[in-house]
């Protein structure tokens, strides 16, 4: 598929023959403008594109590399090296996708889950989007995070009512972001701060 790159949540809509397929490709974002349209590879069928620009994605995250290679035990790993997780509740699918984090962000991700853990003890956790979500039952999702080429991106979802607030600005008013690189350490307690005031704040009812 030949489409134009732009930074955004993904959401995909298409038809694919006599089914018409529409899921969020990220952090749960809405529809708000198209950007593209091209056809499947193989298919002859065509997809049509369509997202916001809250943060920085990849039309290509849509498919998976394809590698003579990979082995059907082996998880996928989507562009950018974000793990291709089915949907699913609790520590199993979280699990799966904190194991299958490529190299230096394996460590982010099992760091940034055992803090929200520690600090949030009745944290219940899932994952939709190819993202590990987390949020407290009755009060909704506060926070998930995604990998990208460069760095993993942690979504607070009521991230505007942080004190202070998370450094990356999001177009959607509530949500902030910290983004985490290989080389600059995470600062585990300004995090743990902030899972634990937006793990007390209402979140968001995604799913």
């Keep these: ?87 699913g509740d609790g520590e199993g699918p979280v699990g799966a996708y904190l194991a299958a984090m490529p190299g230096w962000k394996a460590e982010v991700g099992r760091l940034l889950d055992s803090i929200i853990v520690a600090t949030a003890p009745d944290v219940r956790k899932a994952v939709r989007w190819n993202s590990p979500f987390y949020g407290i039952e009755g009060n909704g999702w506060f926070m998930s995070f995604h990998c990208f080429t460069k760095y993993v991106k942690v979504t607070f979802l009521n991230g505007a009512s942080l004190d202070p607030q998370p450094p990356v600005d999001s177009k959607h008013p509530d949500v902030r972001y910290l983004n985490v690189y290989e080389d600059e350490p995470l600062d585990e307690a300004q995090f743990a701060d902030w899972v634990s005031q937006a793990s007390a704040l209402p979140g968001e009812n995604l799913f």
């Design 1 to 87: 598929m030949t489409l134009n790159h732009a930074t955004g949540s993904l959401r995909c809509v298409g038809e694919f023959g006599a089914t018409s397929i529409a899921g969020s490709l990220s952090n749960g974002c809405t529809i708000r403008s198209m950007v593209g349209a091209g056809a499947m590879p193989g298919t002859g069928r065509n997809t049509l594109l369509v997202w916001s620009t809250d943060h920085d994605c990849d039309a290509r995250d849509l498919m998976p590399p394809s590698s003579p290679n990979h082995s059907a035990d082996e998880p996928v790993l989507l562009s950018g090296g974000n793990p291709q997780i089915p949907k």
